[in-house]
């Protein structure tokens, strides 16, 4: 199969540091061309990939000091894909939804991954006005704004089954959070309960320039004595050793997150995840196996000793079967595959069964998830 896919400029495929979309299109990318497919990608000059790529941009926008407006950039990639669009099978997108309008000719042969929140009201208008381009979900909880967009399937995040080995008997005595400095990512929280409980943190986070004030504010003056270490953005090698030595990856969000890759990454570490009910996390983190889900920060606290007893080789098991890269490339195939069945596409041989959730929606139900 031809495969085009289009990657955000922001960071490169994959990013140096933090992020997660792009990191997913790497992991993606790689797999999908380890399985015989001709995949082209759209992305930042400076990506690595085994890949045809195309270069949108010299390097990644974000590491850019000339850039101040990345939309320009946005358009000459898409007149770029435009123009060759007949060469591919399929085309799949994961820059939101900027290419709606100038490829709604082609909505059979396109896939767009959701990465980012959904409970946006401005976005309901949106999926109305283009319901014939079809959407992937990549957690259930992140399609229950949109129940009247065209989702076709559920697909969630994975990972390189070697990316990270497993630490079975961490050395580090401490906890873990990685991500990105802002409110509703739950530093504070995290702060607080590693105090309470008089556990070492070590921050391994990223602080976006709109993050900058809050960060100096709010998160920076609780960074006091040995007990709190802020590390700040570290690389996929580093992050195999950061997760790996800790007791528990803190997850204590406070907002819709639409998966977590950091909860996974945790998990093919070996190391528990502690999280609060939101958004993904009940589908991403098996309670009592994985780790555990809490309601407030005062269970938070209570639960933490709970999580750090885990079996952390029972956590690696349950990664390598429900989150590795090459299921992920899978479902992905049929979900292609299915599209095509639509517009009449040869299929690839042996992977031409149709998903249920597109079967059932061209039967008008309610599609479904596949995981």
């Not at 994985?290 to 029972?314: F, N, Q």
Request: net charge negative.
């Amino acid at each position: 199969m031809k495969i085009a896919q289009i990657a955000p400029l922001i960071e490169s495929v994959p990013p140096r540091f933090y992020g997660g979309t792009e990191r997913v299109v790497s992991y993606l990318t790689e797999e999908l061309v380890r399985s015989g497919h001709e995949v082209t990608l759209f992305a930042s000059g400076d990506s690595v990939t085994s890949a045809q790529l195309v270069s949108c941009a010299t390097r990644a926008l974000r590491l850019d000091p000339n850039v101040r407006d990345p939309i320009p950039y946005y358009m000459l990639m898409l007149d770029r894909v435009r123009e060759c669009a007949d060469d591919f099978d399929i085309l799949h997108f994961h820059i939101d939804q900027f290419h709606f309008p100038l490829f709604r000719r082609l909505a059979g042969r396109t896939v767009t991954t959701l990465h980012g929140r959904q409970d946006l009201p401005d976005l309901r208008p949106l999926y109305f006005g283009f319901h014939e381009m079809p959407l992937v979900s990549i957690s259930d909880a992140q399609r229950v704004p949109i129940q009247n967009a065209n989702v076709v399937a559920t697909v969630y995040h994975g990972l390189p089954l070697d990316l990270h080995q497993p630490t079975f008997n961490p050395r580090g005595g401490y906890l873990a959070f990685l991500g990105r400095i802002s409110p509703e990512k739950g530093v504070d929280r995290a702060i607080k309960v590693a105090q309470t409980l008089g556990i070492p943190l070590k921050i391994a986070a990223k602080v976006d320039r709109v993050d900058e004030a809050y960060f100096l504010e709010q998160i920076a003056p609780l960074l006091k004595g040995p007990d709190l270490q802020f590390i700040g953005e570290i690389d996929e090698q580093e992050k195999t050793d950061f997760l790996g030595q800790a007791l528990a990856l803190m997850f204590l969000i406070d907002w819709p997150e639409p998966f977590g890759m950091s909860m996974i990454e945790a998990m093919a570490c070996g190391t528990p995840v502690l999280a609060l009910r939101r958004g993904s996390v009940e589908e991403v983190v098996e309670d009592g196996l994985t780790g555990h889900i809490v309601d407030s920060i005062e269970e938070a606290t209570v639960t933490l000793p709970r999580v750090m007893a885990l079996d952390r080789r029972a956590v690696r098991r349950r990664f390598e079967d429900r989150f590795s890269a090459t299921r992920m490339a899978n479902e992905y195939v049929r979900v292609y595959n299915s599209l095509l069945v639509r517009t009449n596409v040869k299929l690839v041989p042996n992977q031409a069964e149709p998903l249920h959730t597109t079967a059932a929606e061209l039967a008008n139900e309610p599609s479904e998830s596949i995981h």
